[in-house]
């Protein structure tokens, strides 16, 4: 009798408490973000604060799904253009239109930021949001990558869903602040990592209200770019606060780590570096997307905590 | 002992059910509320709604804060434009600004809402986000109303602040959306209606991230109007889900609650008739603020409700 209760003390003194990031490897890194969250949601600690303000915002290509060899949103706009220029070619009215329609990509990088905005501007233009995200949601369906031959919806980080779940689990709340378009991440963002649309922010066509139909109507052309100083400007415009914790991986998510970091109080800011050519792929300061460098360099001295895929990540896909 | 169990047995068999809208009278207008509310709550309900897709939107002048004579955030900026043209008077480079600047209202209006956007754009620009919003809230703690002598911030309705937390406590997420500016919604959004920034879509300014101080700074111009079919707009593009709730006063609001009712499912729109001169204010179709007219003549005939302020409601302020 005596050991049975001396037993359940023990059990009750000692609970067997479960790894949140059981994907992560028992690194400094992995110390840094446990360290993080409990000194934020322990309310004796002078980190304390209050799960209002528990504010998480991730990028998403190449921080919570891959994107090599190019964003995967770009080829889904590809086919598309692909599709409407067999239906009607007189839409591809410049070279950098005609090079996506015929599958050349060298032609269609050549035209810079500007051209693949004009990519997506003519493939993403002239039907209702609804209509739009349900045909993403299909091609999300079956569409594989072409060197993993994986579901691109698959691809998707492991370790980053433990981060995300984790993170909600203490109160926080965990948004996307995306380069990609906003309507484009909200179709497969709820099912890949449990974030519902209103928080989801992103790059944004014009759209507008369609008194007919009372659909919402997306227009061609760019309303707003959520890439490196757009990414602050977009968190206080749709969130109105300053994030506590920041994760990218590229030069594009720097000033919302610089916002974050700002900020009075306890802060966290992480950069995952893509370390592994063997399981996911290796790139850096050259890299034609996701390039990183001003990161690498003042990153560390700025406190951030550089995540290196190879050693930190026990694994990748789910 | 039969007789004190008998009594417990009827308290548990019939709990007294606090009214959830102790401020609305029983009307018709309260049973549709709770009707459409209890419907779309409960699990065996064929109207039944998912808490994830249980959006309720608010506009905010006229709505859950009184509007007249003009609207609270215009008297502000006026107060502001006075003070900034006293140390810098060549700031007042038009005739509306200069009239707006003498507190000659008649003179300002005439000016239309380009005007109006001028004294905003003028006023509320070149300071940060932050120091904005805490001037706000120093403004909102003394400023009072040129008539009924209440601070600004406490000509909020009761009834509505009720509604708003019955539909928080059945699980709704409460928006505001408003015609107004969102950093200046924001301001005091959380202490008047406990709803977060976050929650909150407005008219805005257009801002850019200053890479120094790692400060949002407000700059001239406007970049957003979240009004009329700005509504639906600004709500596809902050939410991403299409509202079950929508509440409004003024033709402002019009496609926001024809948006609203065009979805699938059990939908509820309501208008709020400013009917109570003496309590309150009493206008509709030819006001200068929150005009109502198209709303009346069509709403009914869609199923909207009329919240008839005179009569639906028992107290005003809280």
Same mark, same amino acid.
């Given at each position: ?16 408490? =479960? #790894? !949140?990031?059981?994907?992560?490897? $028992? /690194?400094?890194?992995? %110390? &840094? ?53 067999? =239906? #009607? !070619?007189?839409?591809?009215?410049? $070279? /950098?239109?005609?090079? %996506? &329609? ?217």
């Amino acid at each position: 009798m005596i050991t049975r209760l001396a037993a359940l003390a023990l059990t009750i003194a000692t609970p067997v408490i =479960a #790894d !949140p990031l059981p994907s992560w490897t $028992d /690194t400094d890194t992995k %110390a &840094a973000i446990i360290g993080f969250v409990e000194a934020v949601t322990d309310p004796a600690s002078p980190d304390y604060v209050t799960p209002a303000d528990r504010i998480a915002t991730f990028d998403n290509d190449g921080n919570l799904w891959a994107e090599q060899p190019v964003y995967f949103q770009l080829t889904y706009a590809i086919e598309r253009l692909q599709e409407q220029a067999e =239906a #009607d !070619p007189s839409i591809l009215t410049s $070279d /950098t239109l005609r090079a %996506a &329609a015929e599958g050349d990509m060298e032609g269609m990088l050549a035209g810079g930021t500007e051209g693949l905005m004009e990519v997506l501007a003519v493939s993403h233009s002239g039907m209702s949001v609804e209509a739009f995200q349900a045909d993403v949601s299909d091609w999300l369906d079956t569409a594989t990558h072409p060197t993993t031959g994986m579901l691109y919806g698959d691809m998707i980080y492991q370790p980053m869903l433990e981060l995300l779940r984790y993170l909600r689990d203490e109160d926080f709340q965990t948004w996307i602040v995306s380069g990609g378009g906003v309507h484009f991440v909200r179709a497969f963002a709820e099912d890949a990592y449990g974030i519902p649309p209103e928080q989801v922010l992103g790059s944004a066509t014009p759209t507008e209200f369609d008194e007919e139909t009372n659909e919402i109507m997306k227009l061609p052309g760019i309303a707003f770019v959520d890439d490196k100083a757009g990414k602050p400007v977009g968190i206080d415009s749709r969130i109105g606060r300053r994030p506590i914790f920041a994760s990218g991986n590229s030069d594009g998510d720097f000033q919302m780590l610089a916002y974050t970091m700002a900020g009075d109080g306890p802060r966290f800011a992480m950069l995952l570096h893509h370390t592994d050519a063997e399981r996911e792929f290796a790139y850096d300061r050259d890299s034609h997307v996701g390039g990183l460098e001003r990161g690498l360099d003042e990153g560390p001295d700025r406190g951030w905590v550089i995540v290196d895929m190879a050693s930190d990540w026990s694994r990748i896909w789910p």
